[in-house]
């Protein structure tokens, strides 16, 4: 990671400028390519789903290692696509039930990307300070992570008399690459600029 202070930028991967202090992550190229879930996690969520009184099933425990065995955001019914790739008798209702109870776990995050789309987050175990940039060409989300950022949240929080619980920073964008080039390979599809 870039170290420095203040609100310089060094050249990040795709020619995206990254705050000094700041990361993207997943780094690039690396996106959708983890291992298994890690049995940490697996355990936290059994854990969780005990106390809870929620039974083990096959159906829940796919939906479980499809989630966890990414580190793309996803949708509900692209979950569903993936789970039915673990156990194909994975049901739409069951996906739509679990989902609320990971999040609930605090091991997933759902993320309300406005126009009634939202998507889940499963890099919050390992980066649970990360942040997202949206690009409202393509919908792609970046992920990024900047110390310099974590600590300005927390001074404007203190500054006005409170202690941060949760914090969050969206950033929703427009593509350079697109507008120059009009053409866009960032988000790993070629998106054209609308002809006008």
């Given amino acids: 990671m870039a170290g420095g202070a203040g609100g310089f930028s060094t050249p990040g991967p795709a020619g995206l400028d990254l705050p000094r202090g700041g990361t993207e992550y997943p780094p690039s190229g690396t996106q959708g390519v983890l291992p298994p879930m890690e049995e940490v996690v697996r355990n936290q969520i059994r854990e969780f789903l005990a106390g809870k009184g929620l039974r ?39 996906v739509y039930r679990t989902l609320p109870i990971l999040v609930e776990s605090g091991l997933l995050r759902e993320l309300d990307l406005g126009q009634g789309r939202k998507v889940y987050d499963p890099n919050f175990v ?68 609308a002809a006008v």
């Fill in 126 to 193: 390992d980066h649970p300070h990360h942040n997202h940039l949206i690009c409202l060409d393509c919908q792609n989300i970046l992920e990024f992570e900047d110390l310099n950022m974590e600590l300005l949240e927390n001074c404007m929080a203190k500054r006005m008399g409170f202690t941060p619980a949760n914090k969050q920073v969206r950033i929703e964008a427009r593509c350079d690459e697109l507008k120059i080039n009009g053409v866009c390979r960032k988000s790993g599809r070629e998106v054209f600029a």
């Fill in 56 to 94: 083990k099933t096959s159906q829940r425990d796919a939906i479980i290692e499809a989630a966890f065995s990414t580190d793309r955001h996803y949708t509900a019914d692209e979950l569903l696509d993936m789970a039915r790739g673990i156990e194909r008798t994975v049901s739409r209702a069951t």
